[in-house]
């Protein structure tokens, strides 16, 4: 079974932190993805990875950003949070090499709550 | 611009009624459809997919869907639920090879009652 862990299931920082998000899937996939959830807009795409060390904005990259140092660790970073950033973050991961058609495996999830 | 809307918000059914959810896309190009669910407490899980061959497409659980092209529509029945199917469900899309990434609906909280 594909497993993908995230560091935290509850996080609670303050407006200005630095907040770092970790991701690490075990099964060699390609792509991985930061999304977050809100209630009434389903997920949202905000950074995705296609290799290590490659990464490609999503739908709402702004305040977010990315690293892909290792093929199975995939970070999400936000610079300086603010209240807006409140939110479910989830990561998925696929395997990358049939067009689009591969299943998605996500992560338990991060609650965030900047204060 | 590319799409998936969902209809329904939040569905209330009884145990043993039938369900249809609604989802709709907008793709200029091949398109590779999903719907996930999300039960209570549980991480996000694929329940059926299409991409290419029979429209109509089953999933776990007794799920399926019909791809209906005329209509950009990708909706998702099950001819009686359960109780256990109280989750939320999320329709999505993405084009062929543009690196799996999807576009997901805004989701419908589906409760049913015993």
């Known amino acids: 079974d594909v497993k993908v862990t995230q560091s935290s299931r509850y996080l609670v920082k303050r407006t200005g932190e630095k907040v770092f998000l970790e991701c690490v899937q075990d099964?060699?996939?390609?792509?991985m993805f930061w999304y977050r959830q809100d209630p009434g807009l389903g997920l949202r795409l905000i950074y995705f990875?296609?290799?290590?060390?490659?990464?490609e904005k999503g739908d709402i990259p702004e305040g977010y950003s990315v690293s892909r140092e290792k093929k199975e660790r995939f970070s999400l970073i936000l610079e300086s949070a603010s209240t807006n950033q409140t939110s479910m973050y989830l990561c998925?991961?696929?395997?990358?090499?049939?067009?689009?058609?591969?299943?998605?495996?996500f992560g338990p999830g991060t609650r965030l709550l900047v204060l | 611009a590319q799409s998936v809307s969902q209809h329904n918000h939040h569905v209330i059914l009884s145990e043993a009624a039938s369900l249809e959810l609604g989802c709709n896309y907008s793709?200029?190009?091949?398109?590779?459809l999903f719907w996930y669910v999300q039960y209570p407490g549980q991480h996000l899980q694929l329940l059926l997919k299409?991409?290419?061959?029979?429209?109509l497409v089953k999933g776990i659980k007794g799920f399926e869907a019909e791809f209906i092209k005329s209509k950009f529509s990708f909706n998702l029945r099950k001819p009686s639920v359960q109780w256990s199917d109280t989750a939320e469900y999320f329709c999505?899309?993405?084009?062929?090879?543009?690196?799996?990434?999807?576009?997901f609906g805004q989701g419908t909280e589906l409760s049913v009652k015993p």
């Open positions: 998925a991961s696929s395997l990358g090499t049939s067009g689009g058609q591969e299943t998605q495996y």
């Open positions: 099964m060699d996939h390609e792509n």
């Open positions: 990875s296609y290799d290590v060390k490659m990464k």
């Open positions: 793709y200029g190009g091949t398109v590779n």
């Open positions: 299409y991409f290419s061959g029979d429209p």
């Open positions: 999505a899309g993405g084009l062929y090879n543009q690196g799996g990434k999807l576009i």
